[in-house]
């Protein structure tokens, strides 16, 4: 390869981190299932490695490789999604910071942030980030973060990160100390969007999802812009103890592989299901920003370069959606999202079930919403398995 050519991203999928392993010449990274090394003498550790928590060969790889991917100067994987969150907000908030979050994030990063940091003394507003004069305004003297979920779980709202991030810099100057601006890539992976490039701080990932695209792992990670900045979350990552396991490690590296192959897929079926969806006579909305219908669309076309395979649409009621779900035989019933496999969900009971009533109202999750996480499947299989659950509808 001509060292000078910078990689194309299907190619540094399948090589960033990913050396042959120095003894054997494995061109796969080994699963290094060890909790401790061997010194060579008092205080010489062979290349840094004196404890599996601090340092693994297997999880370093999978971190190389997801920093490579966004583009940042360092990546940490965590345990799950929400510890890789918890890494991020203790490495940069402490008692009385103020966090303005998006409104339409995940019903787990609501009950994270309002029912464990908020009993530190770290305040939160929840605002609308598609509205740059909202975000503007809820902004304050304390505010250390601009934590963004876009496209936003499940309504697919999308924020405008390099406007985002230019605000967070104007909050910067105004305040003498840093506003990070941290976004959770999770739906549309570094494939489609890539924050860091657009001016954020910082990026969350749950690995669990795309990433690793097979159902059979748990996993986060943060990638950081700065040295600076992931030193912090390294430190966390490491006094805390939340870290990925080395066999998850590696089954998110090889997940990662195939990534830039499944998420054309995933769109190419996405855009499809969002069509047929969007002309039957029984749903009343369809929330995919690929659709031109969506309010966002010229931002998704400028922002995204895929609009991939999350989608939400309405049927109304509970009644009609649990009919609905009740009818699939193709589409899996199940919590999650990512993976080969399609799956149904219904937000207001599972993924948001943690939020009032009244919050899930606010932010348009309705009774009748049902999520999609469409599979790489075959297409026309997914349409007959949608026209199934509709019937009769």
Request: charged share 20%; net charge negative; proline share 5%.
């Amino acid at each position: 390869m001509n060292e000078t050519r910078v990689p194309g991203f299907g190619t540094l999928c399948i090589h960033a981190g990913q050396e042959p392993e120095p003894v054997t010449g494995a061109v796969s990274v080994p699963i290094f299932q060890t909790s401790t090394y061997a010194q060579d003498a008092l205080g010489s550790p062979r290349a840094g490695f004196e404890y599996a928590r601090s340092k693994n060969p297997t999880r370093l790889a999978l971190e190389e490789l997801l920093a490579a991917l966004e583009g940042g100067a360092a990546a940490h994987a965590f345990a799950s999604g929400q510890a890789a969150l918890s890494g991020l907000a203790t490495a940069h908030l402490r008692s009385g910071d103020h966090v303005v979050v998006s409104r339409g994030s995940y019903g787990g990063t609501w009950r994270y942030f309002t029912k464990v940091l908020a009993n530190f003394g770290v305040t939160f507003s929840w605002v609308d980030t598609t509205d740059l004069d909202a975000v503007r305004a809820a902004l304050g003297p304390a505010t250390r973060m601009l934590f963004v979920e876009t496209p936003a779980n499940p309504t697919m709202e999308l924020s405008d990160l390099a406007a985002l991030a230019g605000i967070a810099r104007e909050a910067t100057a105004r305040a003498g100390a840093k506003v990070r601006l941290a976004v959770d890539n999770t739906f549309a992976t570094p494939f489609f969007q890539r924050p860091l490039a657009l001016g954020a701080d910082a990026v969350v990932h749950s690995t669990t999802k795309y990433l690793n695209g097979h159902s059979d792992s748990v996993g986060g990670a943060v990638v950081s812009a700065t040295a600076e900045d992931a030193a912090r979350v390294g430190f966390v990552q490491n006094a805390a103890g939340a870290i990925l396991s080395p066999f998850d490690s590696f089954l998110v590296t090889r997940g990662i592989k195939t990534l830039a192959v499944r998420m054309r897929a995933h769109d190419d079926n996405g855009r499809a299901v969002a069509v047929f969806l969007a002309v039957h006579p029984a749903v009343k909305a369809v929330f995919y920003p690929g659709l031109p219908s969506h309010p966002q669309h010229a931002l998704a076309t400028r922002q995204l370069s895929g609009f991939g395979g999350m989608l939400s649409f309405d049927l109304g009621s509970r009644d009609a959606a649990k009919r609905f779900l009740d009818r699939l035989r193709l589409f899996t019933l199940a919590e999650s999202l990512g993976g080969v496999e399609s799956l149904a969900g219904h937000p207001a009971s599972m993924s948001h079930g943690s939020l009032s009533p009244e919050e899930r109202a606010a932010r348009g999750i309705t009774d009748g919403l049902v999520r999609l996480s469409v599979g790489i499947e075959d297409v026309d299989d997914l349409l007959a398995d949608l026209a199934r659950g509709l019937e009769g509808e």
